[in-house]
């Protein structure tokens, strides 16, 4: 995964293109990362996590892991492989954004608006998203949040967290890398877009 984003990433330094910081370099890196989809394939390494280690989160971050619903029998789906902002503490856990939850048209006007609330605009590692329910529920352009509001359970997360940095938001956005189960994307999109209208 680290190298198909760091040749794509290389690939935006050479056309002189900063990822993040202009809606042109955002739609060029959108463009990139569709174009990975074939070769792109999690190895089964970050599937482990070592005894006794604790995953490392924080808010306003981009998160991937896998995933392992507690309530997974009464849930219609699910997506084992979530790509999450986190989203604030909650008993247990955390509250995150599931990205998945959103056909790609959608996620990209979310994260279009959600660009607004970053903590600064140097779009590095130290570059999170300063998000709260309160704020997303206060504001219009961040309705399509609603489908994607998901608490997840430290005790069921069943790998290592992998933090993707600013640099690397909109290239992660369109991997296909959600895993649902017991229903396909198409349902869950479906089900996504009656919740926002």
Do not use: C
């Amino acid at each position: 995964m680290a190298k198909i984003f760091d040749d794509i990433l290389v690939q935006g330094v050479r056309k002189g293109q900063i990822p993040a910081r202009t809606q042109g370099a955002r739609d060029w890196f959108r463009d990139k990362a569709r174009s990975t989809r074939n070769a792109f394939a999690y190895p089964a390494n970050i599937l482990k996590t070592s005894e006794g280690e604790k995953p490392r989160v924080g808010p306003g971050r981009m998160l991937h892991f896998y995933y392992d619903p507690k309530t997974k029998q009464q849930l219609p789906y699910y997506d084992r492989f979530p790509l999450v902002f986190h989203a604030g503490d909650a008993k247990g856990g955390f509250y995150g954004l599931n990205l998945h939850y959103l056909p790609p048209q959608l996620r990209a006007a979310l994260m279009d608006n959600l660009y607004d609330i970053t903590s600064n605009k140097r779009y590095d590692e130290t570059t999170r998203l300063r998000l709260s329910y309160g704020v997303l529920k206060g504001v219009s352009k961040y309705r399509y949040f609603k489908p994607t509001f998901k608490h997840y359970l430290m005790d069921h997360v069943k790998s290592k967290f992998i933090e993707i940095n600013s640099t690397e938001w909109d290239i992660a956005l369109f991997l296909p890398t959600e895993r649902f189960e017991k229903a396909g994307k198409s349902t869950v999109w479906a089900d996504s877009r009656k919740m926002i209208t």
